[in-house]
Structures are given as C-alpha cells and as structure tokens.
C-alpha cells in the first residue's frame, strides 16, 4: 500500500521524513513486484507432459528439454527466448527442465539470473528410459532435444542436438 502525505508549511523536518517514508514504501512496492512478477518452475509428472503432448491447441507446440547443468542447452536459451518474444509467432514454447525436483530452487535462480520468460516445467521423472520413447522413438536420451509438432496436421519433428539461430523458426514454417 502507497501512500501520499501532504507536506506540512510549519515543520520542515517532516516534511524531509514524509518524502523519505514515501521513497521508502516505493521501493518496497517495486522489489515485492518484481520479487512477484518473477518467473518460476513449476513440477511436474509424466502425465502433465503428456497432455501437452496431446493437446488440441491450434499453435505449434515447441517442447525443448533441458537442464541448468548441459552447456549446449543453456547455449541454446536465449534463441528459444527470442523466438518466444516474437508477437506474431504461432508457437507455444515449452521448457522442460530435467535437473531433479530437489533442485527446483536452484532452477528458479537459473531462471532468474538468465530473465527467462518462457514457461518453464520441471519433469519430476527420473526413470527416463519409462518415458523418453513416448515422446519420440527415435530420441536416445541426450540434451538439448527439442520435439516441434503442429496439434491440428499431426507433422512433428524431433531434434536431438542444439539448435542454430534461425533454425527453429524454418521449422516452425515448415510445419505451419
């Protein structure tokens, strides 16, 4: 809560506390908000995973896997994050986060410190050989990997790899 005091004619020294109280009730405002506006990792099982996966959605859905401790990975954010910012991109980018659920804390600094924007999910799975075959059957496993499908055509491509700067986005053209 802000508020504006009135400064007072008679007693100058309030009004020197009134205007340090309300640069200092600013400043709080400004830190809850951007401490609230922050984003966060959210954990997640299989299932929740799985109904991306199947989701209905008339945007292309890029689901890109990853970790704060692979290297090519966090190489590889900030193009997702650009892609992501494009206002007239018809793509929903996905981030899922293998580091383990333990970790979450560590991740949400990761997001943080890196001001990523995209939503971040942390897969809550570390039997990976249960699951990694239902998102493709080609992937072996390693990261970055970055599955793009259009929900509406059913086309889908799987990359296990790192992605180049424009790469992404020929794929999602090709798709569309």
């Known amino acids: 809560m802000i508020y504006i005091l009135a ?20 400043g709080s405002a400004c830190f809850l908000s951007a401490d609230i506006l922050a984003q966060q990792a959210r954990i997640i099982k299989f299932g929740d ?12 859905q890029v689901i890109n896997f990853w970790a704060t401790w692979c290297a090519p990975c966090v190489k590889e954010l900030p193009l997702l994050e650009k892609l992501n910012a494009k206002k007239n991109l018809n793509a929903k980018i996905t981030l899922i986060n293998l580091d383990y659920a333990d970790k979450l804390d560590k991740v949400n600094a990761f997001i943080a410190r890196k001001n990523i924007r995209s939503e971040v999910l942390l897969l809550d799975e570390i039997d990976y050989n249960s699951w990694i075959d239902k998102v493709d059957k080609s992937w072996s496993g390693a990261i970055p990997a970055t599955l793009i499908f259009n929900p509406k055509t059913g086309k889908r491509t799987f990359l296990e790899k790192e992605l180049n700067d424009g790469e992404l986005e020929e794929l999602i053209s090709k798709l569309n």
């Open 7 to 26: 400064a007072s004619e008679t007693n100058p020294l309030m009004n020197h506390r009134r205007h340090f109280l309300i640069l200092v009730m600013l």
């Open 49 to 60: 995973l799985q109904k991306i996966l199947d989701t209905h959605s008339e945007q292309i």
